[in-house]
Structures are given as structure tokens and as C-alpha cells.
């Protein structure tokens, strides 16, 4: 029986183990992340020619409806695109942050066409928030940001229909595009006014603006101490009044 067992399991488990051989050789390798996609250009051009030369030029110089993109350097079309303030239906006093168009991979080849066949400019910095001195980057925002932006990051009225954009949904890298480039009526700060390490420290201290560490009492959706001290005296003062009126009426 023992020898008949041995018979028949030989042939069985050599048969198996090829097969499990066999599998293991044939079968596909683990999948490796995708390599980088590389810009396309031409489809880029496509795009722009579609959407954006009615305003801006056949070549990016303008018109009487846009302005010239030929300084605006790949961090302004990347931002102005990310950020959904470009393309317009119409032409208007300052574009408002919205939904973006387009999607990232459009995005990159509309950038990768003005690189290569529109202009110069700015390019996309590297950002590194984490780099930045969150110290620091509070006494340069106070100092370069928060008289428009305001203390909070609530952004702020500027007069002549503009005004300056609230910061809680900007990334860290339109942060630093916007700083690099200075859309519409906000100044440019580029490296010789704003280095590396500065544009970091800013950069962090406006994701902490985004996420404060807010130790206790009520945040007000951090509008600044202005309008929070305002509010404070404005509570306090009608809590004592309505005291006082109480007390009066009850005795």
C-alpha cells in the first residue's frame, strides 16, 4: 500500500510544484509606480489657442481685452490656472478664485507651452514650508502682507473694485507663486527683496494662519483683533446695559 501511495503522489506532486513553478516564473511582476508624465507642448498650445488667445494674443501679447503674458513666467500662468482665476467668460476688473478649468496634467502642458513658446518670467519656486522659521515668517507677513490680507488671512478691501483675496484655501505653492509674481494689484517680491528662506518662513506661517492653535475663547473665524476687539466691546457693553436695565426694572 505504502509503495502504491508513493507511486502515485510522486508523479502528483511533481506535476504540482511545476505548475506553481510554472506560475510563479510567468506571473507579472508587482506593478512600479508610473513613471512622471512628461508635458505635452503642442496639446498645451492647443488649449491656449482655444481658450486664451482671444484675450491674450496668438502669441501671448495682449490685447485690448487681456494683458501681455510675456513676463508672467510659468509660476504666474500656474497660478492664475490652478487657482481657476484663468480662463474668463468675460473680462472683469480682477478674477476671483474659483473652481480651476482645467485639471493638473492641462495645466502642465498649458505651463510647458508658455515656456517654450510664449515668454519669460518667474518660474515655479520650490516650496518647502516645513524649511521655513514660523517666527519669522509671522514678523515678514506682518510686515509685507497683513495691511491687505489682513492679521487673520481674511483678506481685505483695496479700493478702485479690488480687494485683496482671503488666504484659507490658497496651497503652499500658490502662496510662493503669488508672492514671486504679484497678481493684479498685489506688489511682486522677488528674491532680491524676499529670499529662499523668507518666502519659506512665509509660506509656513500661512498654512499656520489656515490652521491656528487657537488656545481657547471663541475664534471668530480669526477676522483679526480689530474686529474681534470691536465685537468684545460691543458684547461686553450691551451685556452690561442689559444688566444694569434689569436691575433697574427690578427693584
Not at 508587482?30 to 482655444?50: E, S, V
Amino acid at each position: 500500500m505504502r509503495a502504491w501511495l508513493r507511486r502515485l503522489v510522486g508523479p502528483v506532486g511533481a506535476a504540482v510544484f511545476g505548475t506553481g513553478l510554472t506560475l510563479a516564473v510567468t506571473a507579472p511582476a508587482t506593478a512600479a509606480d508610473p513613471a512622471p508624465r512628461t508635458p505635452d507642448p503642442a496639446h498645451g498650445q492647443q488649449l491656449y489657442l482655444t481658450a486664451c488667445s482671444s484675450c491674450h494674443g496668438l502669441h501671448g501679447d495682449g490685447t485690448p481685452t487681456g494683458p501681455s503674458l510675456r513676463r508672467s513666467g510659468a509660476a504666474g500662468v500656474d497660478f492664475y490656472l490652478s487657482t481657476g482665476r484663468m480662463p474668463l467668460d468675460k473680462p472683469v476688473a480682477q478674477a476671483e478664485r474659483r473652481r480651476p478649468v482645467y485639471g493638473p496634467a492641462d495645466i502642465a502642458d498649458l505651463v510647458a507651452y508658455y515656456v517654450s513658446a510664449i515668454g519669460t518670467g518667474p518660474a515655479i519656486p520650490a516650496v518647502d514650508p516645513a524649511s521655513g522659521d514660523l517666527s519669522l515668517g509671522a514678523g515678514l507677513y506682518a510686515d509685507n502682507c497683513a495691511a491687505c490680507h489682513g492679521s487673520g488671512g481674511a483678506g481685505g478691501a483695496l479700493g478702485g473694485s479690488y480687494h485683496a483675496p482671503a488666504l484659507r484655501q490658497a496651497t503652499a505653492l500658490q502662496v510662493a507663486e503669488a508672492v514671486r509674481t504679484g497678481p493684479g494689484p498685489m506688489p511682486v517680491f522677488g528674491p532680491g527683496t524676499l529670499d529662499h528662506q523668507q518666502l519659506q518662513s512665509i509660506v509656513r506661517y500661512v498654512g499656520y494662519l489656515q490652521h491656528p492653535d487657537d488656545r481657547g475663547g471663541y475664534a471668530m473665524g480669526h477676522l483679526g483683533p480689530i474686529p474681534e476687539g470691536f465685537a468684545g466691546w460691543f458684547i461686553g457693553l450691551g451685556t452690561l446695559l442689559l444688566a444694569v436695565r434689569f436691575i433697574g426694572t427690578s427693584e
